[in-house]
């Protein structure tokens, strides 16, 4: 009987779990279908949005006017890549982040102000804005939770001295590297196994010589009780027959 009552227990159980992926998969199906729409109906519209949810997303305008937009992430990585657009005004971003990796791209000469509330987030903002006149401003607004969120000037990866090994020679380097590296290791292996023969070697040596001088005197001091021995055995008062 009891082991009917697990039995039904775990098909009970596995059901649940069934019924709980099901629900979820449909619950996440729905809300890409939202998220795609959502998309497409603002194609032709002043501010645009973009969605993504559980996928790795890449946004990036390119020598067009960039006036604002609407962004959700909810387990993506995301990139706003505004480095080549066109700002002729001050824009806003709306954002919100769950569980996401959000990256906005800042070109030069644009400023940006942040106002994002957050929940077990990061916002890192490297932009360094400056006070020119004329110059335009991003503001990043929204809410983020448990994601990490950077905003980088369109530069942050480049180095300024443009002082770039190719790839042919960094490759050749690193194989020069690796196999001077090998080498060593190599040697210092040789080195460790040949003082490891030589200890075995010497233990082995002091091993035999302390047997030979235990031999030794065992047969020294069996030789040397011999006389002793016989000795006693003659002093000894054996009784002797009567007549």
Not at 212 to 233: C, F, G, I, N, Y
């Amino acid at each position: 009987m009891s082991k009917k009552g697990g039995l039904l227990k775990a098909i009970v159980g596995v059901a649940a779990l069934a019924t709980a992926a099901k629900v979820g998969y449909d619950k996440y199906k729905k809300t890409k279908e939202d998220y795609v729409r959502e998309e497409e109906d603002s194609i032709d519209a002043e501010i645009k949005k973009y969605n993504a949810i559980f996928e790795k997303k890449v946004i990036e305008v390119e020598d067009e006017e960039f006036t604002g937009c609407e962004m959700k992430a909810v387990g993506a990585r995301t990139v706003l890549d505004l480095g080549l657009a066109v700002f002729e005004k001050d824009v806003y971003i709306s954002l919100e982040a769950i569980n996401s990796l959000v990256s906005i791209i800042i070109p030069e000469g644009v400023n940006v102000a942040c106002d994002i509330s957050r929940t077990v987030c990061r916002v890192k903002n490297l932009v360094e804005n400056n006070e020119e006149d004329g110059t335009h401003t991003v503001y990043i607004i929204g809410k983020a939770t448990g994601s990490n969120i950077e905003i980088l000037p369109v530069n942050f990866y480049i180095d300024d001295d443009d002082d770039f090994e190719d790839e042919e020679t960094f490759v050749s380097n690193y194989k020069s590297d690796s196999e001077d590296k090998e080498a060593e290791l190599a040697s210092e292996a040789a080195e460790v196994a040949a003082s490891a023969s030589k200890t075995a070697s010497d233990s082995k040596t002091a091993s035999e010589s302390v047997s030979e001088s235990v031999s030794e005197s065992v047969s020294e001091s069996a030789s040397a009780s011999e006389p002793a021995a016989k000795d006693s055995l003659d002093s000894f008062p054996f009784g002797t027959e009567e007549e």
